[in-house]
């Protein structure tokens, strides 16, 4: 192949700055998962920041080889990438998933998956695939950081193979041009998905949709390419050439921390709107540290810094999953967006530990001597001293267990979470109770003479209608068993705005039944106004019966103690305290906290019971207080005719 690179020889060994830039965004990718939300709510960026280096060095690199050799060794580069990034990513998938095996529950549910898409570099296809559903935020997905080192593989995959094109391009400026162009009809992409209301997962996954940060840096280094040559402009070296790029460096890091400071919403304006801007300032910045003579280059590069840029893979790699097992071992039901500081504090501590030891043990060995001459070199200190030998030993019994742990957590992980099948069960019961049963006929509404037989012998099913979210739906097994022919209208993710709704709807079409309970509480704060329609729509001649919420969220106190001032004043509204009934027996929860197996949706049925009943007997004794009025008034007037 005839070299068409525009440079005669390659004069840099490294980049100043690219470690710097490294530290930063992995930096802001574990600042955001670790301690979230408050402190960086758009750190997540620092992921574009990622793309944008790895599209930069990976293209001059190509293009020093290319300029040395006149082509391209395809098998050589591949090989290189696999020593860099194979070893410690499975150190992390084998470490990480026999420690899953040991944390046991749902940080099991699709681990099989989840490690054959890390192996293939498709993390990111096989989750768009998966869909990003009502659990997914619940279910606690061990590897879900890899779909960004997938779009990255899966980059390194191709354009080796697409490079020479571009140098067939006959101009450098034909070659920036298709590169810009490509980014921004991939950033298009993902902007027609995203303000079209489409799939925000496939938006931001897809390596169609997110490849502009590469690109960006593909153009870049084909941009800056001449920078590094022996014929470089003289103006290049000029001091105010140099001061423009140090302030442009400046400016660009401190635009990038103001976009991870930006609460950013899932709309046009975040994807791509602060991702593209986060690429292009990250690209600024890169510029400022290559620029020759160039002190921000060297001032990002500092010691800190610098260690951790080297290590930053490592650091990505491992922050995420210990954060999950962290998260189901020492705070069962919470999410990892509501982990207590301390946790986010333990986790960071254990990823610079874990990422030091594999940058100096695992990954340094094989990317110097390869996979076989570092096997080789290990079998080796077998044969040197009692103590070569027993450390020799000592990894090789911890390796065997590790792998042992990887085993028995890919042939026990399960298919859906814990609380999918507490839902899932919900929902067969009510589908069988609708085949075996007809729907019973809808009972008049309650007068003072049913208040009285309810009280007496027990408010039956055929008396109540339910609206609930997932909860119920869970429970639908135990409110049946407990009150048959009870209609349920239960589905999950419903909050307290859906519930007006629903309820018109059943008194619109007759089915509204004497006695409605609604349990909408844990999904969100509870809306006033919801509540206030709600009970409109049920009038004075039915009982409410409002269901609190149990669950690992900051808002359910709040919920709580609404739903109990909403009712204090009202004679035909009750609470069913669910969150005071579960509160003792939250072994009988899913791994998530909320949802009731089977033993505990019996529960919420007894607590739905008792306050329906409890209800009754208040209404009855209003029925009876209201008879009684009737009869001294009627006495009165009989008096008056008498007289």
């Known amino acids: 192949m005839t070299s068409t690179a525009p440079f005669k020889s390659p004069l840099l060994a490294r980049f100043a700055g690219l470690d710097g830039m490294r530290a930063i ?26 793309f944008v280096i790895s599209g930069f060095l990976i293209t001059s690199l190509l293009l020093r080889e290319h300029t040395a050799t006149g082509r391209i060794a395809l098998g050589r580069f591949w090989q290189r990438r696999a020593r860099r990034l194979l070893p410690a990513l499975a150190v992390v998938v084998a470490v990480c998933s026999a420690v899953a095996w040991v944390v046991g529950g749902d940080v099991l549910v699709d681990l099989d998956a989840q490690v054959l898409a890390a192996a293939t570099f498709s993390y990111n296809w096989v989750s768009i695939a998966g869909g990003g559903g009502y659990f997914a935020a619940a279910t606690p997905e061990l590897f879900r950081n890899f779909w960004s080192l997938a779009v990255e593989e899966q980059f390194y995959l191709l354009w080796p193979v697409v490079f020479p094109l571009f140098l067939l391009l006959p101009r450098t400026w034909a070659r920036i041009a298709a ?30 949709t997110h490849a502009f940060g590469l690109l960006i840096g593909v153009g870049l280094a084909f941009l800056l390419a001449p920078l590094f040559t022996e014929a470089r402009p003289r103006w290049v070296h000029s001091p105010t050439a140099r001061r423009l790029a140090e302030a442009a460096g400046i400016a660009a890091l401190a635009g990038l921390v103001a976009v991870t400071a930006l609460p950013l919403g899932g709309s046009v304006a975040a994807f791509p709107g602060a991702l593209l801007t986060a690429s292009l300032l990250s690209a600024v910045a890169i510029v400022a540290g290559v620029w020759p003579g160039s002190r921000f280059g060297r001032a990002i590069d500092v010691r800190p810094l610098r260690w951790i840029g080297v290590r930053s893979y490592g650091i990505y790699l491992w922050h995420w999953p210990l954060l999950v097992l962290a998260v189901a071992a020492f705070t069962p039901g919470a999410t990892v967006a509501t982990a207590p500081v301390w946790i986010g504090m333990g986790v960071l501590a254990a990823t610079a530990a874990a990422s030091a030891l594999s940058f100096r043990f695992v990954e340094t060995p094989v990317r110097r001597l390869g996979l076989r001459a570092s096997a080789r070199a290990l079998v080796a200190r077998l044969h040197g001293g009692p103590r070569a030998r027993l450390r020799t030993l000592g990894v090789a019994l911890a390796g065997a267990l590790v792998l042992a742990g990887t085993g028995a957590a890919l042939a026990a992980a399960p298919e859906e979470s814990s609380a999918e099948a507490a839902v899932a069960a919900g929902r067969a019961a009510l589908e069988e109770a609708r085949r075996n049963a007809p729907p019973a006929p809808v009972s008049p509404d309650a007068g003072p003479e049913h208040e009285v037989a309810d009280a007496a012998t027990g408010v039956t099913g055929d008396r109540i209608s339910a609206v609930g979210d997932s909860v119920m739906l869970a429970s639908a097994g135990g409110l049946l068993e407990e009150l048959p022919g009870i209609e349920v209208d239960a589905a999950v993710s419903r909050s307290m705005w859906a519930g007006p709704g629903i309820v018109d709807d059943l008194a619109a079409t007759g089915r509204l039944r004497p006695y409605v309970v609604v349990a909408l509480g844990t999904n969100g704060a509870i809306d006033r106004d919801s509540l206030e329609r709600i009970a409109a729509t049920v009038g004075p001649k039915r009982g409410l019966v409002l269901v609190n919420a149990y669950a ?26 669910w969150s005071g009934a579960i509160a003792a027996h939250t072994d009988l929860l899913a791994g998530d906290q909320i949802h009731p197996g089977s033993a505990g949706g019996r529960i919420f049925a007894d607590t739905v019971a008792a306050a329906v009943d409890t209800l009754a007997h208040k209404r009855r004794t209003a029925a009876e207080l209201f008879v009684q009025l009737q009869q001294v008034q009627l006495k009165q007037v009989q008096l008056g005719a008498d007289r």
Not at 179 to 199: C, E, P, R
Not at 554 to 565: M, Q, S, T
Request: net charge negative; charged share 10%; hydrophobic share 55%.
């Open 552 to 577: 690992p969220r900051d808002w359910i106190p709040g919920v709580n103690a609404d739903l109990a001032a909403f009712a204090e004043h009202r004679t035909n509204v009750a609470v069913a305290d």
């Open 179 to 208: 590169a810009f162009a490509l980014a921004a009809a991939s950033a298009v992409g993902m902007g027609v998905i995203v303000g079209s209301g489409g799939d925000l997962t496939r938006a931001y996954f897809g390596t169609d």
């Open 25 to 50: 965004a992995v930096v802001l990718v574990v600042v955001y998962h670790l301690f979230p939300p408050a402190m960086l709510p758009g750190g997540f960026v620092g992921v574009d920041v990622f």
